[in-house]
Every structure is written in structure tokens, then in C-alpha cells.
């Protein structure tokens, strides 16, 4: 089947030569304009500061946070951070560089990738709010129903696997050092087996990222051909219509269905697909918000590609993407309906037109503020950790008089 699959779609390609090249262009502008910029800070900082054990710093000050939460190790916190302000596909990205250095189980970097590998708000607010749908208030009711329904995955798999989990547990010694002085010794230990200087460092970082967004490029410009191939051939139309059949009673129209069909492949197209269907606005919206959260095949291939030369299964990320995309949908559903943006949507007469990406460096200068942002956030937390830790409760009892 893949090898008809792949061969079909290569006879396609050379029986269409221009719908597949601009296909491929209109995938690279996308690349170039939006994921591009996007992503290369987060990737340089995020293998930087995990050869320099600030990321392991980090985790051992959240892990008291984390373990009970999500059933993850603290640097689970770094990934969860990252990808809820960089988006696909860094979350996968950092997982598998944990999961590499030991830094978690098996079953924990399945959990963590399930909940971590996320879209960004620049997309979801920039990109689709604004620029697809010309409907600003849209981005809150998108941005909220990913991230709670991202979290809600999260504390869902928290229990998936346990009777495979046999995470070694640290020494009791180690475990009575004060959470500070732990934090402090594993940003020591982890820098110490780096040993790489911090030019070295920088320049590996560099390197390692332009070569990963090349490889996501390549995702990206496959899968909008392959979208726009099965345009071309009426493939799309032939699947579309038993879920019309069955969900026409629900109000679902064709152009809703294609547009799902179409962010089954690659997120932009569909969700772009979505915004100009002929259907309510909260229709679209919740349509939308499925599409975000499933974030597409071409996703998938960019996370399997992080991950691969791990153990971490996908199959579990497969159901959690599923799973995303159906509480995704709930959630924007009632957001849209009944939040403060309910009556805004409702009575909207935007009408949606060709969405003009931003510039490079728009987009790099607000990927760099971002990812500023979260640092501090990160920081703060960490600082709070550890002042927590040093709390001391002392509890006494008073006995009553004449007692003994």
C-alpha cells in the first residue's frame, strides 16, 4: 500500500508539473515567512541552555510541580514551556533530546510529546484570527480552547503506562538535599559532561537547527502538494461525501467537511480552508480549532522525524493527537457560544480574503519576544520553587489542662 500510495502520488506530480510546483511554492512561502523565523530562536536557545544544565537546573526545582500534575520529570516543564510559546514541532523536538540523555523513561516522553507538541499563538492569533478568518476577537476562543484542551490530555495520560514505568528513583541521600542545593548540582553534573565551550555550543546550536527546519521544510512542501494532488484528482470530494451524508444533520457543511479533509494533511491549508467555508462563524471557528489541535499529517511526519532513533512509541501521540482535536472542538465550541466572545462572534459580518503572511522579520522579532517572555516566566517559577522549598511549617498542639 505505500508504495502505491507513493507511487500514485509521483505520477500525479508529473502529470500535473505546475499544480505541484506551485504547490511546493506556496508550501515554501509558508516555511519561509512563518515557520522559519518562528522556530530558529526557540531551536538555538533551547539546545544551548540544555548544553549549559539550565535545563536540568530547572527541573529539578519543578519537579515537585510536575510529577504530581502530568506524572512527567520537572524538565518536562522546559518542554511544556517551549512548545506552548514556539509551537510544532519543538515540543517533540526537546522530548526526544530528553528522552536521549536519560533524562526521562520511555513511557514519560510518550506522555510528555502527547500534551508538549503544540501550536504557537502567533499562528493561532496572527496567522488564522486575523489574517484567514479577519476576525481579531477569534484568537482568545482558539488560543484558550488549544491550551485547556492540551492540558486536559495532559492530566488524562497522566496514568497511562504506570505498570510499565520503572523509573530508577534517586538515591534517598540525594532526595534529602535541599531542593536548591539539587538544583545546583545537576546544572554542575550536566555542564560538566557537556564539556563543550560555550562557542563550540552556540555554533553546534546553529547548525543543528537550520538542519531540523530544513527537514520540517521539506514536511511542509510535500504535504501541500499531496494536498493540492488530491484536489486536482476530485479525492477529496469522493471522501467527503458519506460525512456529508452523516453530518449534514448536524449543520455541517461541504466546505466544512473538505476543510477537515483537507487539515487531515497540512494545518494551514485546512485551517485557511476552514475561514472561507460557507458556514456560521462558529462553525468554522470550532472546525478550525479541531484542525489546530490535530495539527495535520505534516506534523506528524515533522514529530516522528524528531523523535526517530528514540524508543518513545507513536501510536500514543497518534490518539492523543485525536483526542486534542475532539476537546479542542468542545472546548472552542463552548467557548464561542458561551465566553465574552460569544455575541462578537455571532453577529460578525467579516468576511474572510486571501491571508497575506507576515514578514520575516515581524515574524523573528516577535518569536525572539516570545521566547523572552517565557524565559522569564520560567525564571520566576524556578525562583518560586526554590523559596518554596525553604518553607519550613512547624504544627503544635495544645494540651488541655489537667491532662497528662
Not at 499562528?123 to 481579531?136: D, Y
Request: charged letters at 15%; hydrophobic letters at 55%.
Amino acid at each position: 500500500m505505500t508504495a502505491a500510495l507513493a507511487s500514485a502520488v509521483t505520477i500525479a506530480i508529473i502529470a500535473f508539473p505546475e499544480v505541484s510546483y506551485r504547490a511546493s511554492l506556496d508550501g515554501l512561502r509558508v516555511w519561509w515567512d512563518i515557520v522559519f523565523p518562528a522556530l530558529l530562536p526557540f531551536f538555538i536557545a533551547s539546545d544551548t541552555l540544555m548544553g549549559l544544565g539550565v535545563v536540568h537546573f530547572i527541573g529539578a526545582l519543578l519537579e515537585p510541580l510536575m510529577r504530581p500534575l502530568f506524572n512527567v520529570p520537572g524538565v518536562g516543564a522546559f518542554a511544556l514551556a517551549m512548545g506552548l510559546a514556539s509551537g510544532y514541532p519543538i515540543g517533540a523536538r526537546i522530548t526526544a533530546r530528553l528522552r536521549r540523555e536519560g533524562l526521562c523513561s520511555r513511557v514519560e516522553a510518550e506522555r510528555l510529546v502527547s500534551f508538549t507538541n503544540t501550536a504557537d499563538p502567533l499562528f493561532m492569533v496572527g496567522a488564522v484570527a486575523v489574517g484567514m478568518f479577519k476576525i481579531p476577537a477569534l484568537g482568545a476562543v482558539l488560543a484558550l480552547a488549544h491550551y485547556i484542551s492540551a492540558i486536559l490530555v495532559g492530566l488524562v495520560l497522566k496514568h497511562y503506562g504506570r505498570s510499565e514505568d520503572r523509573r530508577a528513583d534517586a538515591p534517598t541521600a540525594h532526595r534529602r538535599e535541599p531542593l536548591l542545593s539539587r538544583a545546583a548540582h545537576e546544572l554542575y553534573t550536566a555542564r560538566s559532561q557537556d564539556n563543550r565551550s560555550f562557542g563550540q555550543l552556540l555554533g553546534d546550536s546553529v547548525r543543528d537547527s537550520v538542519a531540523t527546519l530544513l527537514l520540517i521544510g521539506g514536511c511542509i512542501m510535500v504535504f501541500s502538494v499531496v494536498v493540492r494532488v488530491l484536489g486536482v484528482f476530485r479525492i477529496t470530494d469522493l471522501i467527503a461525501r458519506p460525512i456529508v451524508f452523516v453530518l449534514s444533520p448536524f449543520g455541517v457543511t461541504r466546505d466544512l467537511v473538505q476543510a477537515l479533509i483537507s487539515g487531515l494533511f497540512e494545518i494551514t491549508i485546512g485551517t485557511e480552508m476552514a475561514s472561507r467555508a460557507a458556514a456560521p462563524v462558529i462553525h468554522r471557528a470550532v472546525a478550525a480549532s479541531a484542525i489546530i489541535a490535530w495539527s495535520g499529517l505534516s506534523v506528524f511526519a515533522q514529530a516522528a522525524s524528531m523523535l526517530f532513533g528514540t524508543d518513545v512509541r507513536m501510536g500514543v501521540y497518534f490518539a492523543a493527537r485525536v483526542l486534542h482535536a475532539v476537546l479542542a472542538a468542545i472546548v472552542g465550541l463552548g467557548l464561542a457560544c458561551f465566553g465574552p466572545w460569544g455575541a462578537k462572534l455571532a453577529s460578525t459580518t467579516a468576511m474572510p480574503g486571501a491571508y497575506a503572511a507576515p514578514g520575516f522579520l515581524s515574524v523573528m522579532g516577535r518569536s525572539c519576544v516570545y521566547l523572552a517572555s517565557i524565559m522569564g516566566v520560567l525564571a520566576i517559577g524556578t525562583a518560586a520553587a526554590s523559596i518554596a522549598a525553604k518553607i519550613e511549617v512547624v504544627t503544635f498542639r495544645v494540651r488541655p489542662k489537667g491532662r497528662h
